[in-house]
């Protein structure tokens, strides 16, 4: 009786199990190219020659076989993708030649909010700046906006499945390790390249008065440009020593007069229109950006909450939805910035700065433009 039983099992059952593992064992040895399979940047690395399609992130612009530049591109004719939009090791990055026919389209000097993107290019697999490459694409296509529903990305890994507190304190630690501080004084070229006009590389673009000024003008006349805080320095004191005063992620080109003229005030709604900064609005507690980037100023003072937990010198930095916060380590108003989150998804200009701050500066970043829905999810 049990020997036809474990019979029958071996002709049937394993016969299906044999059946996928054939399947497997086919979709592994089967080529690349003729299979028609899309490749990742690793397999298009390991496996130069012949004609390919590889779907990476861009991550830069290379100039040479060890060098890719993150921000501040000169160029329309050659990418760097890479499997993962945090890389940084150009050993793990293929280099696309960007022929002239794809250039107004994927050019980093034309496009820099590329940056982060996920696209599917067909060439062929050859060396390019003597590094492994792909060379004179036949199809070039852009993926959907990064986000949520883009690749999971392993710097956030330790945060997966987390919300509320838990998610803060999870988000904190990855945001916190590693990093590197700049001096108040390295801030000024910094922002020459986080803050660069995508139109014209020669300018900064300030952040409430959107206009387009040379970066040359940096300084404290009238006329001039200079490092506007939008998690204002009184807040909680944090002054211009390495730390909360000179992160990147909310430090800001703006109009001197501009600047002066938001003070240290908090976030809301309301107020006259300011002179010089169109958009904008102002009463005697509270500022209102323009339109464009509310939601900008938002996702930045989410970041100064969640990355100053009072544990590095400085004071723990938290929203609430008062204004007139004065001195005090708060900033608000926590349900306007909120309702601004929500209203404007991060664009390509500041998926951009965030990818530059992380590969060219500080190793960190901005939890809340990678994932929007996480503001919802730590803050209510
Ligand atoms: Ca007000
Ligand atoms: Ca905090």
Redesign the pocket.
């Known amino acids: 009786m049990p020997g036809p039983t474990r019979h029958r099992r071996l002709l049937v059952l394993p016969t299906a199990a044999l059946a996928s593992l054939l399947a497997l064992l086919i979709s592994l040895v089967t080529p690349p190219a003729s299979a028609a399979a899309t490749l990742t940047v690793a397999q298009a690395i390991n496996g130069q020659g012949g004609t390919g399609t590889v779907t990476g992130y861009v991550v830069g612009q290379p100039t040479t076989a060890t060098t890719v530049l993150f921000g501040g591109f000169t160029g329309d004719t050659a990418l760097a993708i890479a499997d993962s939009r945090t890389e940084t090791n150009t050993n793990d990055m293929l280099y696309v030649q960007v022929s002239s026919p794809y250039r107004a389209s994927f050019g980093l000097l034309t496009n820099p909010g590329l940056v982060g993107r996920a696209i599917t290019v067909t060439g062929t697999l050859s060396a390019y700046f003597s590094h492994a490459g792909l060379k004179s694409p036949t199809a070039m296509n852009a993926g959907p906006t990064g986000g949520p529903t883009a690749t999971p990305d392993s710097y956030y890994a330790a945060a997966t499945g987390k919300s509320g507190a838990a998610l803060k304190n999870a988000l904190h630690t990855i945001i916190s390790t590693g990093v590197t501080k700049l001096s108040y004084d390295a801030v000024w070229n910094a922002l020459k390249v986080t803050d660069q006009d995508p139109s014209n590389a020669a300018n900064v673009r300030l952040l409430y008065s959107g206009i387009s000024r040379s970066k040359s003008l940096n300084g404290g006349a009238g006329g001039n440009w200079n490092r506007e805080h939008v998690w204002a320095q009184s807040h909680g004191d944090i002054g211009t020593s390495a730390g909360p005063g000179t992160d990147l992620h909310h430090l800001r080109a703006e109009d001197v007069t501009v600047n002066a003229t938001r003070g240290n005030k908090d976030f809301?709604n309301?107020?006259s229109a300011v002179a010089g900064a169109a958009g904008n609005y102002t009463?005697a507690?509270?500022w209102e950006p323009r339109s464009a980037v509310k939601d900008d100023v938002a996702r930045m003072i989410f970041y100064m909450a969640v990355r100053y937990q009072g544990t590095d010198g400085f004071a723990d930095l938290e929203v609430n939805d008062a204004?007139n916060n004065g001195s005090r380590p708060y900033l608000g108003r926590l349900s306007v910035l909120k309702q601004w989150h929500a209203a404007d998804p991060p664009d390509a200009a500041e998926r951009n700065r965030n990818q530059v701050i992380y590969t060219s500066y500080q190793r960190n970043r901005n939890p809340f433009i990678d994932h929007p829905e996480w503001v919802p999810a730590v803050f209510g």
């Open positions: 809301d309301g107020g009463d507690d509270s204004v």
